[in-house]
């Protein structure tokens, strides 16, 4: 059996350079200002008039850190927050901008599938991508 700690370096090690992977994407495509923090506000599938609430739970963290980051890319125009419903309930949607992100990130996480799928084989891939749906309970 793997020690735990060697297991979770490993699974840290992929998550950085996934992320780090995503990032250059972005800033390639002229979005350098999209940190990995944010990443939990783009996470599938991207909010379009979600509660902040319901966003922070989803992204596993508290409705002012989520906030925190809900201004900082509304202040770079990746989204935008409202009241909907005539409440007093904030409601997050995307601009176009935000939703140009959410489709780099997509595209970026497919392109990375993909060269895996190649190194390791269809059937190792999927047998991988089958193990970790079961554990993130998807």
């Not at 699974?11 to 495509?29: N, P």
């Not at 997050?92 to 990130?105: C, D, N, P």
């Not at 895996?116 to 084989?121: C, V, Y």
Request: charged content about 30%; glycine content about 6%; proline content about 4%.
């Amino acid at each position: 059996i793997r020690d735990s700690v060697a297991s979770r370096g490993s699974e840290m090690c992929i998550r950085d350079r996934v992320e780090r992977r995503l990032e250059a994407e972005l800033a390639a495509a002229g979005h350098p200002d999209v940190l990995v923090a944010h990443f939990k506000v783009f996470r599938f599938p991207p909010p379009e008039n979600e509660r902040p609430l319901d966003l922070a739970k989803r992204a596993g963290t508290t409705k002012q850190a989520m906030n925190y980051l809900l201004a900082q890319l509304e202040s770079l125009g990746y989204l935008e927050r409202s009241h909907g419903d005539g409440t007093s309930t904030r409601r997050v949607s995307l601009t176009a901008k935000g939703w140009e992100v959410a489709r780099i990130q997509r595209e970026t996480v497919r392109s990375i599938e993909r060269e895996w799928e190649a190194r390791f084989g269809a059937v190792k891939f999927r047998a991988f991508y089958e193990v970790l749906s079961e554990l993130a309970g998807c």
